[in-house]
């Protein structure tokens, strides 16, 4: 039998929900207008979601909710009092991106199933290992896996009863996602928050290859690749656009579900893309999936090309004729279609069922419910007697019960909870009622819990939890220590006067050179490893057989993989700048759940944002106050676009030997820098180092150990001395010296801290 996916559909707002669900989409997946990587999308509001997931399971849809932002201390009260609705609702699960709310997940909310957003950047499998110790139950892979590679992972995750999910359809990012902070330091406007102000397809000053949109990727569309997507053993195939509008969405799930049906049918996997062509795109390619990275990849125009799609492959000879023709007739096309689509949503429904709640009762009697909620009537009536107010409150103070006045305004209030489900109280009947009557506080909650629990069936009201307050403790007491990041043989001798801690920097493609890197560890035992975030494939296994033999006694490491794999080896272990840890339930969970040894605390966080992280016991905090700073990482070739390569895609070779450099300028005169390295991925970099002294005396007690990193980008930022005497002057600043902090202003200039000040 064919295997049968999931067909999962965006819901940026309810009308596209709706749309999703017309359109035949298994289950959706939407935000809130709070706590979701889609902040500019319309997103929905917490009182329309009992409604939302009424209708989709009305019509066997389901429903996930996006929670996959990196959330800051101060956020976690107004998180966890949603969480404590959510889990009294019927939701199927949860897609997340923090730690922290992983771990308060896994520990408090178990009735939610959880799904790891691609926001996790999952692509080895140590990372899904790493997400099954949290109770992960799907797992939405890295956008720029191979087939290969997916399938790989998708069997991995299947032994431990994870489920998959690919994206399919929709935008295609230049860079890993979870891992891009372009629009975090240009802007302050952070990607992990939701924010993305979308650098990568803005306009730049042309380039030598005539391009003005180089980091401009076409969409991806998998339209053509079912039958690989079924032998890999995909679960859920995902379609991107929680930013479009619900004629976009009914096309693009119509159109996959039609093609579905037929492969379902008679196992044929090709069928008719002209609507996909139809709504917003620009024009598709599957090269990640494929694994043809080549510069056809890439176009020079951020907009919609639908018409030029039509005027081309309905050309009469006169293009700009054509163009028009192709213009107009894209116009009336999308004029029916929402038409159509709107007529067909109509005639689903959010609205609230109509819900009304008859009193009755007099002095000395029990209160009598009756409750109305469209063909569904039930009766309750209270355990104690009413009382009159007046007859209350003549007992002595001490036995004095609650005043709780049966009056319009306070019933009214005591059943608001009703409302917050799928029903909507619109008359409360008081006819029968005597007035100025009383009932314990107590009595009338009970009443309440009774009429929802009637409501709603047999699901069981979850109490709410409460989270212990954590109190951040800077209580570091020891001088903090300096750190040194290098990345190559010869900058081991520029250390050799200095009592920092050495790291050593892997690349993230060193298969074939393992048995060069297992040497420097074992000649240099001062030597730490610093493991890079992206391991893929066979240099993520040569990553485990360095571990193997090199046995270190600690490694710090940018990739949960890695961290899996120390924690099940008995490796102390901290974890690396971008793994993104920003609030105190995160440094939790790594402690907690993988006996993590410390960790870096992100540059994203401003200066106050970081005062309120409270450390676990033994567990130490290091900070970045110096370093190139790495905006993305690509699987393609940046240079396309800028100054060309001879070749037309991008091999493992190029990332073994290319250490081409190139820059690019926006249209707000930011110049970014395109540097590769050998063994690494391309990367775009901000014009300045970051240089954050300040933090130093900002917060003396928090950190155990900061952290230099030599790495060589060519930039615009100037150092004036060697990297002997660069140490020193950190050193120096360490110790507390006055007027250290001036001098490595003087010898490095040209840095930005600009992310310390403003946060995210």
């Given at each position: 039998m064919t295997k049968k996916f999931e067909l999962l559909a965006p819901g940026g707002d309810i009308e596209s929900i709706k749309a999703a669900i017309v359109a035949g989409a298994d289950a959706v997946y939407c935000g809130l207008n709070h706590f979701n990587a889609r902040n500019r999308a319309t997103n929905i509001e917490i009182g329309d979601l009992n409604q939302v997931l009424r209708l989709a399971h009305a019509n066997q849809c389901k429903v996930f909710l996006t929670i996959n932002i990196l959330i800051i201390e101060n956020e976690f009260k107004s998180l966890i009092n949603l969480l404590n609705k959510l889990v009294n609702t019927t939701l199927d699960g949860v897609i997340v991106q923090d730690l922290g709310l992983f771990h308060l997940l896994a520990t408090h909310f178990t009735s939610l199933e959880v799904h790891a957003s691609t926001q996790l950047t999952t692509h080895n499998a140590g990372q899904v290992k790493f997400l099954e110790q949290l109770d992960v139950e799907r797992v939405n892979l890295c956008r720029e896996l191979n087939i290969d590679e997916i399938k790989e992972l998708v069997d991995i995750g299947h032994q431990r009863g994870?489920?998959?999910?690919?994206?399919?359809?929709?935008?295609?990012?230049?860079?890993?996602?979870?891992?891009?902070?372009?629009?975090?330091?240009?802007?302050?406007?952070?990607?992990?928050?939701?924010?993305?102000?979308?650098?990568?397809?803005?306009?730049?000053?042309?380039?030598?290859?005539?391009?003005?949109?180089?980091?401009?990727?076409?969409?991806?569309?998998?339209?053509?690749?079912?039958?690989?997507?079924?032998?890999?053993?995909?679960?859920?195939?995902?379609?991107?656009?929680?930013?479009?509008?619900?004629?976009?969405?009914?096309?693009?799930?119509?159109?996959?579900?039609?093609?579905?049906?037929?492969?379902?049918?008679?196992?044929?996997?090709?069928?008719?893309?002209?609507?996909?062509?139809?709504?917003?795109?620009?024009?598709?390619?599957?090269?990640?999936?494929?694994?043809?990275?080549?510069?056809?990849?890439?176009?020079?125009?951020?907009?919609?090309?639908?018409?030029?799609?039509?005027?081309?492959?309905?050309?009469?000879g006169n293009a700009d004729d054509g163009l028009k023709g192709a213009k107009r007739d894209l116009y009336d096309a999308r004029t029916v279609i929402m038409e159509d689509v709107r007529a067909e949503i109509e005639t689903l429904t959010t609205e609230k069922i109509p819900l009304s709640v008859k009193l009755s009762g007099r002095n000395g009697e029990l209160l009598q419910v009756e409750v109305v909620a469209a063909e569904k009537t039930f009766r309750l009536c209270s355990k104690g007697r009413l009382a009159l107010v007046?007859?209350?409150?003549?007992?002595?103070?001490?036995?004095?019960?609650?005043?709780?006045?049966?009056?319009?305004?306070?019933?009214?209030?005591?059943?608001?909870?009703?409302?917050?489900?799928?029903?909507?109280?619109?008359?409360?009947?008081?006819?029968?009622?005597?007035?100025?009557?009383?009932?314990?506080?107590?009595?009338?909650?009970?009443?309440?819990?009774?009429?929802?629990?009637?409501?709603?069936?047999?699901?069981?009201?979850?109490?709410?939890?409460?989270?212990?307050?954590?109190?951040?403790?800077?209580?570091?007491?020891?001088?903090p220590k300096l750190a040194v990041l290098i990345s190559s043989v010869e900058q081991i001798a520029v250390c050799s006067d200095s009592t920092a801690t050495l790291y050593f920097q892997l690349p993230s493609c060193f298969s074939h050179d393992l048995a060069h890197f297992v040497d420097i560890f074992r000649q240099n035992s001062r030597l730490i490893p610093w493991f890079p975030a992206l391991l893929i494939g066979e240099h993520y296994t040569a990553a485990i057989e360095l571990l193997a033999q090199v046995q270190p006694e600690r490694i710090v490491t940018n990739n949960s993989g890695i961290a899996y794999e120390a924690y099940k080896r008995g490796i102390s272990w901290l974890a690396g700048p971008h793994l993104n840890s920003i609030n105190s339930y995160t440094l939790l969970c790594l402690k907690e759940r993988f006996n993590c040894a410390g960790a870096f605390i992100s540059n994203e966080?401003?200066?106050?944002?970081?005062?309120?992280?409270?450390?676990?016991?033994?567990?130490?905090?290091?900070?970045?106050?110096?370093?190139?700073?790495?905006?993305?990482?690509?699987?393609?070739?940046?240079?396309?676009?800028?100054?060309?390569?001879?070749?037309?895609?991008?091999?493992?070779?190029?990332?073994?030997?290319?250490?081409?450099?190139?820059?690019?300028?926006?249209?707000?005169?930011?110049?970014?820098?395109v540097h590769n390295s050998k063994g690494n991925y391309p990367s775009l970099y901000h014009s300045h180092h970051f240089l954050n002294s300040d933090i130093v005396t900002d917060l003396p007690k928090l950190f155990s150990g900061f952290l230099i990193d030599l790495s060589v980008v060519e930039n615009e930022t100037i150092v004036s001395v060697n990297q002997a005497d660069l140490i020193e002057l950190f050193e120096t600043l360490l110790a507390g010296e006055g007027g250290a902090k001036l001098d490595l202003e003087r010898v490095v200039q040209h840095t930005t801290d600009a992310q310390y000040h403003q946060g995210i």
């Open positions: 994870i489920s998959s999910e690919v994206f399919v359809h929709g935008s295609y990012c230049i860079g890993f996602s979870g891992m891009c902070y372009l629009s975090s330091v240009l802007e302050g406007k952070s990607g992990n928050r939701g924010r993305c102000s979308q650098h990568c397809r803005d306009a730049y000053q042309p380039t030598a290859q005539g391009m003005s949109y180089p980091l401009n990727l076409r969409d991806n569309s998998a339209f053509n690749d079912l039958h690989q997507l079924a032998q890999a053993g995909v679960d859920s195939l995902k379609i991107e656009g929680r930013m479009k509008k619900f004629h976009y969405v009914y096309t693009v799930v119509d159109s996959w579900r039609k093609l579905l049906n037929q492969f379902y049918a008679t196992g044929q996997s090709r069928s008719d893309d002209t609507a996909i062509y139809r709504v917003f795109n620009r024009t598709f390619s599957n090269g990640f999936l494929t694994g043809e990275l080549n510069k056809n990849m890439f176009i020079d125009n951020p907009r919609d090309s639908s018409a030029l799609h039509f005027s081309e492959k309905n050309s009469t007046d007859i209350v409150s003549t007992e002595p103070p001490q036995h004095k019960p609650r005043p709780n006045g049966l009056d319009h305004d306070s019933l009214r209030q005591r059943f608001e909870t009703l409302d917050e489900i799928r029903f909507q109280l619109q008359k409360l009947d008081l006819t029968e009622l005597e007035s100025q009557l009383f009932l314990p506080f107590k009595e009338m909650t009970v009443i309440s819990k009774k009429i929802l629990s009637r409501l709603v069936g047999e699901h069981k009201n979850i109490a709410a939890v409460m989270l212990p307050r954590l109190t951040a403790k800077h209580e570091v007491v020891t001088q966080l401003s200066r106050e944002q970081i005062a309120l992280i409270a450390n676990p016991d033994d567990f130490d905090l290091h900070y970045s106050l110096f370093h190139p700073v790495l905006l993305l990482s690509s699987r393609q070739c940046l240079l396309h676009q800028i100054d060309g390569c001879e070749k037309s895609r991008i091999d493992d070779d190029c990332q073994q030997h290319c250490t081409r450099t190139a820059t690019i300028t926006n249209e707000k005169h930011d110049t970014l820098i």
